[in-house]
């Protein structure tokens, strides 16, 4: 899904906290968003993602505005995810229980992803009972499963250990190329966004800095 940015941006009060006259996100590509603490990278994502609304200017989806459509292609992983009290399995089962997938398809999926991702053993306990670094990868997995359009992530490895963050990296660039998935990955790790992204947007100050 290609997005793009048109004349956004974002106060808080009299606070300017975005402001982007134009910004072009590839489909089918990994785009990295890094800056500073409080450039307005978790703000820009946010906007992307439709949670937040109240901004100026537009963002398209390969020529679309925001709607229903759109939202059901994408999804957000947060910084600190917020995960069900139900177990591992029935979170990540929960975007297809939406999407209506049987439940033999939906399983053989489930257990795919908890593979890919090393969680298998994470399957019976429950989504609130979990550290920082286990729900980021639940929250990955969850997010992998029903295949979206567009994936957006907020620092996915900032709680995890670094002999398991090739894992999940190996999880990212995976679902890009064969689901063609596009990705936008908000990172503070400048060796993380060379090792995934095919392109990169750096921040200041609420600005993309050229
Ligand atoms: N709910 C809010 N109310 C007021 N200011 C906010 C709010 N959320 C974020 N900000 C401010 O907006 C700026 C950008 O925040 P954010 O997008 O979270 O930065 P980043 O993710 O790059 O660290 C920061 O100065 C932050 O303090
Ligand atoms: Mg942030």
């Known amino acids: 899904m290609n997005i793009e940015i048109r004349n956004v941006e974002k106060y808080y009060?009299?606070?300017q906290v975005l402001d982007i006259d134009y910004l072009n996100i590839e489909k089918e590509?990994?785009?990295?968003?890094?800056?500073?603490?409080?450039c307005g990278k978790t703000t820009l994502l946010n906007i992307i993602g439709g949670l937040d609304k109240e901004f100026l200017g537009e963002v398209f989806y390969d020529n679309n505005?925001?709607?229903?459509?759109?939202?059901?292609?994408?999804?957000?992983?947060?910084?600190?995810?917020?995960?069900?009290?139900?177990?591992?399995?029935?979170?990540?089962?929960?975007?297809?229980?939406l999407r209506?997938?049987?439940?033999?398809?939906s399983k053989a999926k489930?257990?795919?992803?908890?593979?890919?991702?090393?969680?298998?053993?994470?399957?019976?306990k429950r989504g609130n009972k979990l550290s920082g670094g286990e729900s980021q990868k639940v929250a990955l997995a969850r997010a992998l499963v029903f295949?979206?359009?567009?994936l957006l992530l907020d620092e996915p490895t900032s709680n995890i250990d670094p002999e398991y963050i090739v894992t999940m990296e190996n999880a990212i660039t995976q679902f890009n190329l064969k689901n063609?998935?596009?990705?936008?990955?908000?990172?503070?790790?400048?060796?993380?966004?060379?090792?995934?992204?095919?392109?990169?947007?750096?921040?200041?100050?609420g600005k993309i800095q050229t």
Do not use: W
């Open 13 to 15: 009060g009299d606070n």
């Open 29 to 38: 590509k990994i785009t990295g968003i890094t800056g500073p603490n409080g």
């Open 65 to 97: 505005k925001f709607s229903k459509k759109v939202k059901q292609a994408m999804t957000i992983v947060f910084q600190k995810p917020y995960l069900l009290k139900r177990t591992v399995y029935e979170n990540i089962e929960y975007p297809l229980k």
């Open 100 to 105: 209506n997938m049987n439940k033999k398809e």
């Open 110 to 124: 489930v257990l795919d992803v908890m593979k890919k991702l090393e969680i298998t053993d994470l399957m019976d």
């Open 147 to 150: 295949n979206p359009k567009l």
């Open 180 to 205: 063609k998935g596009t990705i936008i990955i908000v990172t503070h790790n400048i060796q993380q966004s060379e090792r995934l992204c095919h392109a990169v947007i750096n921040m200041n100050r």
